[in-house]
C-alpha cells in the first residue's frame, strides 16, 4: 500500500479512518502478515493495554426461528441437530451466568432466536435481567432479541440492560443474498433504535460468506457509521442442514487481516473475537488477542467453543490479563460526557438541586 503501516496506526491513534485504498491493502495488500498484526497490536494496546474482555452468551430460546438468515443454524427450515427450546426461566439464566462471572466473565449477552420479541419477551427479559443482577450485581448485561418495536429499547434500558447487540452481518449489497425475511434498514434502524435509548450499540460481522474485500470494507464503514461500542468479529461456523454448510473459505491468515482491518477502523472500540475463532484461527488464536481487546468464554449459541480453562491458558500465556469488572473497557474519550435530563422540570423526579 501507498500508507505504510506505521502511518496507518498513526492514523488509528488519531481516531482517523483509513481510506478505502488503505482498507483494501490491509486484506490483501503486500505487507507481511506480522507486521501487519504488529501496526495493528500497536493500535490495541495503547486504547486498551494487555486487558482482554471476557463475554458470554446465554441462549434464552434455541431454534425454530422463523427468519431465514443463511447462516444461522436456527433458521426457518435448517436442519441441523441442534438443542431446540422455548424460554429457559430467568433462575436458570441467573445460575448460568453467575458461573461465567466467576469464571471471569464481565459481560453476559442474553440471546433469543426469532424475528423480534413480543411485549411479553420484553417482560421475560426483564424478569432475567433482574434476577441476573441479583446474583451478579456488577455484570453487564447485553440483550439480542432481534428487531425492536417501538418503546422496547426503553423498557430493556429501563430494565438494567447496558448493551443491545444486532449485528449487521454482511454488507448491504449482499445482504438479501443471505437473508430474505429482513434488510439491512431494518437492522440498522434497531440498532438506532437501541442507541437512542441510551443502551450501548453492539454491532457486528459474520466473515467466510462469499464476500469480497470490497464487501468487507462496505460492512466496515457500514458499522463505523452506527458508531457501536462494540464490535464481535464472527467467522462462519458452516452448520450442517444449513445453505451455507461447508462453506470452509477461510483461512488463519485472513482472519487475522480481517481483524486488523476492523482494528484500524474501530481502534478506540471494543472489538470481539466471536463465533468460529476455534475452526477458523486454530493455532493463531493467541496472536488474534493482539488485535481484538474481547473475547467471548464458553459455548456460543447452538455450538461448543473452546474450554473456559484453555481459553484463560491462552490469554495468560500470550501475556494478556483478564480485565476486571472494576475496569472500564472503553476508553475516556469513548464515554459519553453528556447525560440527558431525566429529572426535573418535565419529568416526575425530583430537579437536581
Ligand atoms: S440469526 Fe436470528 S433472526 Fe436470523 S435465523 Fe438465526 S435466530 Fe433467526
Not at 64 to 79: A, F, H, N, T, V
Not at 101 to 116: H, N, P, Q
Not at 309 to 335: K, N, S
Amino acid at each position: 500500500m501507498t500508507t505504510s503501516l506505521d502511518d496507518l496506526a498513526e492514523k488509528a491513534l488519531r481516531g482517523e479512518t483509513p481510506s478505502r485504498e488503505e482498507a483494501l491493502a490491509v486484506l490483501a495488500g503486500p505487507d507481511e502478515l506480522l507486521d501487519v498484526v504488529a501496526a495493528g497490536a500497536r493500535v490495541r494496546r495503547h486504547f486498551f493495554g494487555r486487558r482482554v474482555k471476557l463475554n458470554t452468551i446465554i441462549n434464552m430460546k434455541s431454534g425454530l426461528c422463523p427468519e431465514d438468515c443463511s447462516y444461522c443454524s436456527q433458521r426457518l427450515g435448517s436442519s441441523a441437530e441442534i438443542l431446540k427450546y422455548s424460554w429457559i426461566t430467568p433462575e436458570k439464566a441467573a445460575e448460568t451466568a453467575g458461573q461465567a462471572v466467576r469464571a471471569g466473565a464481565k459481560r453476559v449477552c442474553l440471546v433469543a432466536s426469532g424475528r423480534g420479541p413480543g411485549d411479553r419477551d420484553i417482560t421475560r427479559i426483564e424478569d432475567t435481567i433482574a434476577a441476573v443482577k441479583a446474583d451478579s450485581p456488577d455484570v453487564e448485561v447485553c440483550v439480542c432479541l432481534g428487531l425492536l418495536a417501538d418503546g422496547q429499547a426503553e423498557r430493556l434500558a429501563a430494565a438494567g440492560a447496558h448493551a443491545y447487540s444486532h449485528n449487521l452481518n454482511t454488507s448491504e449489497a449482499r445482504y438479501s443474498e443471505i437473508c430474505s425475511t429482513h434488510t439491512f434498514a431494518d437492522r440498522t434502524g434497531t440498532l438506532r433504535r437501541a442507541g437512542h435509548a441510551g443502551l450501548s450499540p453492539c454491532s457486528g460481522a459474520i466473515l467466510g460468506m462469499g464476500e469480497s474485500d470490497d464487501d468487507i470494507v462496505d460492512l466496515a464503514f457500514a458499522l463505523k457509521e452506527l458508531d457501536p461500542d462494540s464490535v464481535p468479529v464472527n467467522f462462519l461456523i458452516p452448520f450442517k442442514g444449513t445453505p451455507l454448510a461447508d462453506t470452509w473459505e477461510l483461512t488463519p491468515e485472513r482472519c487475522l487481516r480481517i481483524l486488523a482491518l476492523f482494528r484500524f477502523v474501530f481502534p478506540d472500540v471494543e472489538v470481539r473475537l466471536a463465533g468460529g475463532r476455534e475452526i477458523h484461527l486454530r493455532g493463531l488464536q493467541s496472536l488474534a488477542l493482539h488485535l481484538a481487546n474481547s473475547m467471548f468464554l464458553g459455548d456460543y449459541l447452538t455450538s461448543e467453543g473452546q474450554p473456559g480453562a484453555d481459553d484463560r491458558q491462552m490469554i495468560a500465556d500470550a501475556g494478556f490479563v483478564i480485565e476486571g469488572t472494576d475496569e472500564r473497557t472503553l476508553p475516556d474519550a469513548r464515554h459519553d460526557l453528556v447525560a440527558i435530563r431525566r429529572r426535573g422540570a418535565g419529568s416526575d423526579l425530583p430537579a437536581n438541586a
